[in-house]
């Protein structure tokens, strides 16, 4: 480990990737159809196909833990539970589309060596993009809308604040047709901070945008990690304009996005500033991409980013039992997923009612596919093209996908990231697994009724409380 990198030392690294480990030896896959976790109130299984989730008398608990290696359909069937699965292996139709990303500006005035956009221009010139792909792009999510329907406008780039005037205008005009039509849009941008205003600051909160701002963690290693290209460090000047932000936060929500590299690991000393300066929420992403493989993590790095993760979970679930705030973004929308009983063919909505658009009006299976051929889906010019975006759900399904077939995570992750997994493969499936463990776990632990738990404790605990009896287990 370099001695300029922020990761965790010694005794504490170590224990952390111990953790991390451990996690991921008990999160492996033994049947596709079912899963084991034990918590402080006993065992639990969590089963797949509808991502259901019991409780189990030991007994029971036993007799799935003996089966587990083999063929467990037989005592699902028994207690009736098994039925008609929740997702065959037809792919999804192409809905109409809801969501955009406007790469609205291809540059950037950082020198970020591991962004997926190389740093902003996508491997070619640098460029804003023009008014009338704007407003065609506008004109695409906005005309084929149903009644009613909430839609998302994203912006994206590069830097989209290099390109302001044309973001403000979009966005005004994307909210007028989008009244007119009888549909709801919802504005998001992702921003490296730099070039932020009082001005943005007012205009974000009027339409109550989602703004991310890229943070790799406290000044001294974001400094190294996202200079300017000159070399200079940008922390203290994204703080400085990011604080008007924090301060009007009512409509608009300001979330912290940290890029989680071999050279910032130190995750809860990175949560702990961020949510100390205001920010709504703050959420890590694993970089498994980068243009040459710089700063990707590798397998020992993944098991101490979990381990801290890990770390970062428990203080959430403390704090949460005694009634505090701690806006630990990936914890929360895990708890989420599992409440609602997510199950999903597909990781995300790419290449179905989600498509990104580059500065020169190419549509593309997301934002990380814009300039990309493996994502390319048609044009704001000649129209989507119906042909790949079928083929790209057809082959993207996660049944297509191994080792997902044999995983009982498939449908909470499905399959991973496309533009990840289309560039390097499958290497953070055990991280991911280990992650999930470890959420089942906290939902059961934060759910009403769990030894500890609190009114304030994850409010979407009823659908563990309701499954207590369900088909004799529990």
Known sequence: ????????????????????????????????????????????????????????????????????????????????????????????????????????????????????????????????????????????????????????????????????????????????????????????????GTLLTEEDAAFFETFGFAVTVSLDGPREVHDRLRPFKSGKGSFDRIMRNVAPLLARQRRMQVTARVTVTPRNLALRATLDELVSAGFHSVGFSPLLRAPGGDAELAREDLELMLGEMIDCGREFERRTVAGEAYPFANLLNALREIERGTHRPYPCGAGAGYLGVSAEGALSACHRFVGDAAGAMGSLQDGIDDDRRAAWL?????????????????????????????????????????????????????????????????????????????AGLG
């Open 1 to 192: 480990m370099s001695a300029t990198s922020q990761a965790p030392a010694g005794e504490r690294g170590e224990a952390m990737r111990r953790e991390g480990r451990r996690f991921m030896d008990v999160s492996l896959p033994r049947s596709p159809d079912a899963h084991l976790l034990q918590t402080e109130a006993g065992g639990h299984v969590f089963l797949p196909d509808g991502s259901r989730l019991f409780d189990a008398a030991a007994q029971l608990f036993q007799r799935f833990a003996d089966t587990l290696d083999g063929d467990v359909t037989p005592l699902l069937d028994q207690l009736g539970v098994r039925g008609v699965p929740a997702i065959d292996d037809v792919p999804l139709t192409a809905p109409p589309v809801h969501a955009l990303s406007l790469a609205i500006a291809q540059k950037c005035n950082l020198g970020c060596t591991y962004c997926y956009a190389q740093q902003g221009e996508f491997g070619g010139a640098a460029q804003n993009m023009t008014r009338q792909a704007a407003e065609q792009a506008v004109d695409l999510l906005v005309n084929g809308a149903a009644p009613g329907a909430r839609l998302n406008l994203a912006f994206l780039g590069g830097e989209p604040l290099a390109n302001r005037e044309l973001l403000q205008d979009t966005t005004r005009r994307a909210r007028a047709l989008a009244d007119a039509r009888g549909v709801t849009v919802g504005f998001s941008i992702t921003t490296n």
């Open 394 to 470: 057809r082959e993207r399904h996660v049944h297509r996908q191994q080792p997902c077939q044999r995983c009982w995570a498939r449908y909470l992750c499905g399959g991973g990231c496309h533009h990840e997994v289309i560039a390097r493969g499958r290497p953070a499936c055990d991280y991911i697994r280990g992650w999930l463990h470890y959420c089942i776990g906290a939902y059961l632990r934060l759910s009403p009724g769990s030894p500890g738990a609190s009114s304030t404790g994850a409010a979407a605990g009823a659908r563990v409380a309701a499954a207590r009896d369900a």
